[in-house]
Structures are given as structure tokens and as C-alpha cells.
Nanobody
């Protein structure tokens, strides 16, 4: 059974930093492309960042580019999202997502591309 468990959310002041983690179990982790999405209250879920199964390719949404960094550790079966220079607009529930990938260049930025989801972790940025 595939499980994704996020951690690291919390409340921080604008300009601060947080590091989110997602631990995977029940999967051959190195075969899965992993991504972060977020959903603000009253809004649709949106793409944040994705990392290829070998960790070489990363893509971030324009809204977080230069501030957020996605990384993975295949030995530990985890991905992280380092979030710096946080803004009130970053307030949302952050979700980890996964799907099996057929190649290192095979990844997506739509929530419909992903099979497995974590329960989410709340990030609140106060002004």
C-alpha cells in the first residue's frame, strides 16, 4: 500500500523559511516522479514543483521560482521542499504527490498526472 506522509508545515512570518518533507512507503521510490502541489482556501489546487525520478530534472511554478527548491533522497525515500522568502500568498495546504515514471524525462505538472497523494500539511505565512 502506497503511503505519502508530509511534515514540516507551520506558521511563519513573511520573509521567513520552512522546509517540508514527504516520506514515501510501499513504493520502489526511485521509479516514481514526485511533486508538490498546494491549495489555498477557496482556490483550486495548483502545481508548485516537480522532481524527476533520478533527481536531475526539477521544474518549479513561476510563482515560487527562485524561492522554493525541491530535492529528493532516493535512499531515504523522501522529498523536501525548501521554502525561502515566504509571502502571505504562499499560505495553503501543501500536498506531496507521486506516480510511477517510465523515464527520467517523464514527469507532469497537472494534478491529473498523479496517482498517489499525501494528506497535506498546512503552511501559514503571516504579514
Amino acid at each position: 500500500q502506497v503511503q505519502l506522509v508530509e511534515s514540516g508545515g507551520g506558521t511563519v512570518q513573511a520573509g521567513g523559511s520552512l522546509r517540508l518533507s514527504c516520506a514515501a512507503s510501499g513504493v520502489t521510490f526511485s521509479l516514481y516522479v514526485m511533486a508538490w502541489f498546494r491549495q489555498a482556501h477557496g482556490k483550486e489546487r495548483e502545481f508548485v514543483a516537480v522532481i524527476s525520478r533520478n533527481g536531475v530534472i526539477t521544474v518549479s511554478a513561476d510563482s515560487v521560482k527562485g524561492r522554493f527548491t525541491i530535492s529528493r533522497d532516493n535512499a531515504k525515500r523522501t522529498i523536501d521542499l525548501q521554502m525561502n522568502s515566504l509571502e502571505p500568498e504562499d499560505t495553503a495546504v501543501y500536498y506531496c504527490a507521486a506516480r510511477i515514471s517510465v523515464a527520467d524525462y517523464d514527469f507532469g505538472m497537472s494534478q491529473d498526472d498523479y496517482t498517489y497523494w499525501g494528506q497535506g500539511t498546512q503552511v501559514t505565512v503571516s504579514s
